[in-house]
C-alpha cells in the first residue's frame, strides 16, 4: 500500500512521493497525503504513514541527511532539471546550483564578494554585453536534481552524467527544455543571438497577416525574447536562502506564491462550475450579448486537465508580477486603470503576507491547515483562501475593461502578446498554435466569473440559508405572509439588497465578457476566430485540424 505512493531510496533513506517526486519527511508524511494534491482521507494517510515507520534506513530528521555535493548518475525517482546554473568561481570548487540568474547573481554577491556588472578595481559599469559576458564565464549550465522542495535541504545539486533521456528518464516540462535550449545556444554564439533576439520591426515578414493582425511586433519592438521567456516561467524559489536575506529570492517566493494561488484559483473556479445549475452555466458561456447558446459551459471533460490549461491565466500573472517591480531588462509597456492598479497592489500585500506566515508556520512544522480543510471538501466545497481571493479578483480587473482606443490600452492584451513570444525558436506563435491558448485563457476566464459571481453572493447565501436562496421576482404589498410577523420581512429586505449568483453571472457577461463590449474578451474572441479562419484555410482540405470551440 505504502509503496505504491511513496518510493524508498535506501542509498539516500529517503522517502519519495511517487506522484510528486520530492522527499519527504517520515513524520510529514500523513500532512503531505491529505494535502490539496492528493486529498487523501486522513485515516487512510495514517496507515501509510504507519507501514512507512516500519520500513529501515530512513533519516528520521533533517540533522541526519546531508545533501550530496554532486551526483555522477541522476537520483532514480526525482525529476532532473536541465536549466540549473553552476557557481563556477573559485576555480570551479563552488558546488552551487541554483536555477534562477537572479539568485545565482545573489549568491555570488554574498558568498564571493564579487558584485556583477564592476570593472576590476571597483568603478565604472560595465556595458550589458560585457556584463551579460561576464556572468556567463562566472557559471555554468547543468543539469540538477534536489531531495526536498522546501526549507532545508531543498539545495540544487549537480548531475554530471550528460546523457538525456535515457528510458525511464524524466520528461522535462516543454517550458523547462525550451528554457534550457535557449540558455545554451545563448553561452555558445552569445553575441549573434544577442543581437537576433531582440525583436523588431521588419525583421519578420510583416506581410504575414497573423502578425499583422495580432500587433505583436510593433508592441514589443525592442524587447528581447528571452527576458520575456524568462518572465513567463514558472517562479523557482531557493528555499536555502532565508528570508530577508536575497532581494531576488523573496521576489520569487511571492511569485511563487501567487503562481501557485492563480493554478489552485483555476481549479477551485472549475469546481463551482461543476457544482452550478445549467441555467447559470448558459448564461456563462454565451460570448454575444443576445444569443441561443446550445451547449452550457462544461468543466474540462479530464477535470485535471486544468492544471495545464490554468497555465495560461498563470503566467498572465507572474507577467505581471515579473514586470512591475524593478527590473534591468526592457520590458513591454503597459498601463493599469486604477481598479487592476488596486487589485494587483492587493494581491501583493495578501501574497507578500502569506510567503512570511508560511514560513512561520513551517518553522514549527504543523499540519494544522490541512485539517481544517478536510470538514470544507466533505460539504463538497471549499472556502478559497485570501490569496486566492486576490488572485481572482485581480484576474476578474484584468478582464473588465473596454477599449479607449488601440487595443494595447488594456492589460490584459499585452499580457496576452507576451504568450505570443514563441517558446521553441524564433519568431511567434502562428494561428495553429495560438487559438488553442486563447481558448484556454477564454474558458478559465468564464470560470472565473462563475466563482466570482459565487464570491459575491457568499455573505447573503450564509445569512439566509433557512429559505431557498432562489427568490420571487415580484414582492406583492398584500400579502398576507405580514400577519407572520417582522421576521420573513427582514430576511427578504436583506436578500434584496445582494444580487443572486445568476444576476452577477449575467452581469458581468453582459458588462464586458461578450462581443460589442470592447473588452480584452472581445479581443481574445475575435482573435481567435480570425486564427481559426486562416489556420484552416492554409491547412490542405483533407486535413482539418479544427481544434474544440471551448
Ligand atoms: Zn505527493
Ligand atoms: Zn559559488
Keep these: 500500500m505504502a509503496s505504491s505512493h511513496f518510493q524508498h531510496l535506501t542509498q539516500w533513506e529517503v522517502v519519495v512521493c511517487k506522484e510528486c517526486r520530492y522527499a519527504v519527511w517520515p513524520r510529514q508524511v500523513v500532512g503531505h497525503l491529505t494535502n490539496r494534491q492528493h486529498r487523501m482521507p486522513r485515516k487512510q494517510a495514517v496507515g501509510i504513514s504507519d507501514e512507512i515507520e516500519q520500513w529501515h534506513g530512513i533519516a528520521q530528521f533533517s540533522g541526519e541527511f546531508k545533501i550530496p555535493k554532486y551526483v555522477e548518475e541522476a537520483v532514480e525517482g526525482l525529476p532532473v532539471y536541465t536549466d540549473g546554473v553552476k557557481c563556477e568561481l573559485d576555480e570551479g570548487q563552488c558546488a552551487y546550483v541554483c536555477r534562477n540568474m537572479d539568485v545565482i547573481k545573489e549568491h555570488w554577491r554574498k558568498m564571493h564578494g564579487h558584485s556583477v556588472g564592476q570593472k576590476r578595481g571597483g568603478s565604472g559599469m560595465l556595458k550589458k554585453e560585457d556584463i551579460d559576458r561576464q556572468i556567463l564565464q562566472n557559471c555554468r549550465q547543468v543539469r540538477c536534481q534536489r531531495f526536498f522542495v522546501q526549507k532545508e535541504h531543498s539545495q540544487y545539486f549537480e548531475v554530471r552524467s550528460r546523457e538525456e533521456r535515457r528510458e525511464g528518464s524524466v520528461r522535462q516540462s516543454e517550458e523547462e527544455d525550451i528554457w534550457s535550449q535557449a540558455w545554451g545556444q545563448a553561452s555558445q554564439r552569445y553575441d549573434r543571438i544577442r543581437s ?7 525583421e519578420t515578414d510583416e506581410v504575414n497577416p497573423w502578425l499583422r493582425r495580432t500587433g505583436w511586433i510593433p508592441y514589443l519592438e525592442g524587447c528581447d525574447r528571452k527576458d520575456i521567456l524568462r518572465c513567463l516561467k514558472e517562479p523557482t524559489v531557493d528555499e536555502e536562502i532565508a528570508e530577508g536575506e536575497n532581494e531576488a529570492n523573496d521576489n520569487e517566493r511571492v511569485a511563487a506564491a501567487i503562481w501557485e494561488a492563480t493554478g489552485e484559483l483555476a481549479s477551485a473556479s472549475q469546481d463551482v462550475v461543476s457544482r452550478s445549475g445549467v441555467m447559470l452555466r448558459f448564461e456563462a458561456i454565451r460570448t454575444e450579448a443576445h444569443q441561443n447558446v446550445y451547449r452550457p459551459l462544461e ?3 479530464n477535470r485535471d486537465e486544468i492544471r495545464r490549461q490554468g497555465r495560461y491565466w498563470q503566467q498572465i500573472v507572474t507577467f505581471f ?5 524593478a527590473h534591468s531588462w526592457k520590458s513591454p509597456p503597459y498601463k493599469f486603470n486604477r481598479r487592476q492598479d488596486r487589485a494587483f497592489e492587493r494581491m501583493m500585500v495578501v501574497a507578500r503576507s502569506t510567503v512570511k506566515e508560511a514560513d512561520e508556520s513551517s518553522d514549527t512544522e504543523s499540519d494544522s491547515t490541512d485539517t481544517d480543510s478536510e470538514a470544507e471538501r466533505e460539504e463538497g466545497k471549499t472556502v478559497m483562501t485570501e490569496m486566492q481571493q486576490a488572485c481572482l479578483s485581480f484576474c476578474i480587473e484584468l478582464l473588465n475593461q473596454t477599449i479607449h482606443n488601440r487595443e494595447y490600452d488594456m492589460a490584459l492584451v499585452c499580457g496576452l502578446a507576451a504568450l505570443g513570444v514563441n517558446p521553441s525558436g ?13 481558448s484556454a485563457v477564454i474558458k478559465v476566464a468564464h470560470f472565473m466569473i462563475v466563482q ?5 453572493t457568499q455573505p447573503t447565501a450564509d445569512e439566509c440559508n433557512e429559505f431557498s436562496a432562489g427568490r420571487s421576482p415580484c414582492e406583492f404589498e398584500d400579502s398576507g405572509y405580514e400577519s ?7 430576511g427578504e429586505g436583506r436578500r434584496k439588497i445582494g444580487k443572486s449568483s445568476f444576476e452577477w453571472v449575467r452581469k458581468m457577461m453582459d458588462g464586458f465578457m461578450v462581443r460589442g463590449c470592447g473588452s480584452p474578451m472581445q479581443w481574445m474572441l475575435d482573435l481567435r476566430g480570425y486564427g481559426m479562419k486562416i489556420d484552416f484555410n492554409t491547412t490542405s482540405a483533407g486535413h482539418v485540424n479544427w481544434r474544440d470551440g471551448d
Design 196 to 202: 537576433d533576439d531582440t525583436i523588431r520591426p521588419g
Design 299 to 301: 468543466p474540462y471533460q
Design 321 to 325: 508580477v515579473r514586470t512591475r517591480r
Design 426 to 438: 524564433r519568431g511567434f506563435r502562428g494561428a495553429d498554435t495560438y487559438p488553442s491558448i486563447l
Design 452 to 456: 466570482q459571481a459565487e464570491r459575491l
Design 484 to 490: 407572520e410577523g417582522t421576521q420573513i420581512d427582514r
